[in-house]
């Protein structure tokens, strides 16, 4: 049996927490809002509990889970020799939705880290997450509370849906703020390695660091990561069961997207094929006049914001509509965008350019 508490988002009932948190120190695992999507909580020394996360997830043992933090204290329980880059990073965007990769204290067992000398760790910018770690009084190791593979939870709908009765109890908190996972940094590589775009721009922390971040081919989602450099990213991501087929605006230009999308669409409807078309809403008038068709809007071309919170939500909408195929309008991939992008490709079995 799964136990839901309903918590209020800015200000948790404390009572609420120490029962959540009880049941993490006793070895159980709690799925718990963040500020980027849900997670599914162990304590990180405990071995046996971390191992729980693997097995409700089914998540394959070779892709490592973030460790989170309520302060700069704990950070000493599970990482060393901290560089100064890093603690400049930390200063400017913790709490909040950047991961720090840093070499991994002898005590935070190899399970969390799936054999890495490093870990991956952040402070998460939301009143629950922070106050359970802190009744806990042990750092969380946490990966998204989704099925692996699905679309990462956004609320704790999404939650119940991939894991009720798996788990012990979910912290039911309402909707995340960001809608897309924190930024992941390779901050012990020269020069540092954006491992996972996030709901941190590269631009911004750029800014902080006074120097450029590598983006790799996988970070935008496109190729299989290197394994060591990478772990984890090399699995299908996102991906609704309804095939996805996403249209990227190459040239800039909106009206060729929308051509490209309408002509892909009705090869589909031509086919006999029910179809989606996952627009914007500046686009969204442009498919009405297609049969067989249902349009879904992420939100405005201009405001890649609500586009990447919408995002997720989305994709597992898509599933209950019954569609045989879904053609989905790409973004730029400036800040915000290069995120969206990431779990856009993943997510896709084919991708198009306009
Ligand atoms: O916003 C987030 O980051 C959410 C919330 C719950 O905090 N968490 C999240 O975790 O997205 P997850 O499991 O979906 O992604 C963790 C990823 C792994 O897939 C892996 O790529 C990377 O973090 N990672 C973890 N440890 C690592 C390490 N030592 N080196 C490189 N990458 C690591
Ligand atoms: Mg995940």
Redesign the pocket.
Known sequence: MTVVFKLDPQQPDSLILAKAAEILRRGGIVAFP????????AVVFNEEAVKKIFWAKL?PPD??????ICDVNMLNEVAVDIPDKARRLMEAFWPG?L?L?LP?HPRVPKI???G?????V?M?AHPV?LGLIRETRAPIA?????LAGKP?PTSAEHVIRDLYNRIDAIIDAGETV?G???T?I?ILAEPPVL??P??YAVEDIEKVLGEKIAVPEFARGYRE?DIA?????K?R?YAPDTPLILVEPLSGSIESLKKTILTSALKYVKEGLKVCIVATRETASTYTSLPNSIILELGSRFNVFEIAKNLFKTLRSLDDLDCDVAVVEGVEERGLGLAVMNRLRKASKTVIKA
Do not use: F, K, Q
Request: aromatic share 4%.
């Open positions: 963040t500020e980027t999507v849900y997670g599914l909580g998540r892709n490592p889970l973030i460790i989170h939705p991961t990769i991994r969390v880290t799936s890495l000398d490093t870990v991956a952040r998460p997450a946490a990966p998204s509370a989704n990462s960001h897309v996972e924190s992941i390779d491992l996972r996030g709901a990561a450099l990478a772990p984890g990213m699995y991501h």
